[in-house]
């Protein structure tokens, strides 16, 4: 069965500073995409980043960027320059293809000024 | 972007009566959206997939009964919370998957639903 975890339930950065969240996901599948999701006190699903399996090249968005690693079946978040409005929960996410998406159980990040 | 509107955002209502959660996709057309409900501090709880045109899949311990999932159209999707108790008092949030496969999903902004 896939199954999607995220074995820090909270994490704290200094402003200004980088944090890295981890993610492993089990699968037996070869082609499949990766999320990040953030959802913020406003509970508001917001999506951070993807990343499609195929693609060996690590995906970047601004400020945040993924370590995936697929033969270890591992998908860590990275947010550099942290800043208060990054404090969230994060959700790491996967699916293939049209099957439903599994999330993970979340990362509480804490941003301290 | 895309767009998902969930209405209302929350509710207030009494043990027995029903309420009605509305999911709608504004960019694309869904044929496939999720309802989820989520705890506080906790992670999303698949309840069910809503399929166009076909009856909702319910996951294990979900009362179909209970939830009723209707998605009549390719843009919306609606979630009833028949004859409601405290205990379904949640944070409820639908979602909706773009035709491509392996995009990321839209989510709607949630509905607080408090039974009294």
């Known amino acids: 069965a896939q199954t999607v975890t995220q074995s820090q339930p909270e994490m704290s950065v200094q402003e200004a500073e980088t944090v890295t969240l981890s993610c492993t996901y089990d699968t037996s599948e070869s082609d499949y995409y990766l999320f990040w999701y953030k959802q913020p006190p406003s509970r508001q699903m917001i999506l951070v980043i993807r990343?499609?399996?195929?693609?060996?090249q690590n995906a970047t968005e601004n400020r945040f960027s993924v370590n995936f690693q697929k033969a270890a079946k591992s998908f860590s978040l990275k947010i550099s320059d942290s800043q208060l409005g990054d404090a969230a929960m994060y959700f790491c996410a996967y699916t293939v293809g049209t099957y439903k998406y599994i999330f993970g159980t979340g990362t509480r990040l804490k941003v301290l000024a | 972007g895309a767009v998902v509107s969930q209405h209302p955002s929350w509710v207030i209502c009494k043990s027995g009566t029903s309420v009605k959660i509305e999911c709608r996709s504004l960019?694309?057309?869904?044929?496939?959206m999720f309802w989820y409900r989520q705890f506080p501090k906790q992670s999303l709880m698949l309840m069910a997939t809503?399929?166009?045109?076909?009856?909702?899949?319910?996951e294990q311990g979900v009362e179909k009964d209970k939830f009723l999932i209707n998605h009549a159209s390719l843009t919306l999707s609606t979630l009833t919370v028949t004859s409601a108790h405290p205990e379904d008092s949640s944070f409820y949030i639908c979602?909706?998957?773009?035709?491509?496969?392996?995009?990321?999903?839209?989510f709607g902004n949630g509905t607080r639903l408090t039974v009294t």
């Open positions: 960019d694309f057309q869904a044929t496939t």
């Open positions: 979602s909706a998957r773009p035709p491509r496969g392996g995009s990321p999903l839209h």
């Open positions: 809503s399929n166009e045109g076909s009856k909702a899949t319910y």
């Open positions: 990343q499609e399996a195929y693609k060996q």
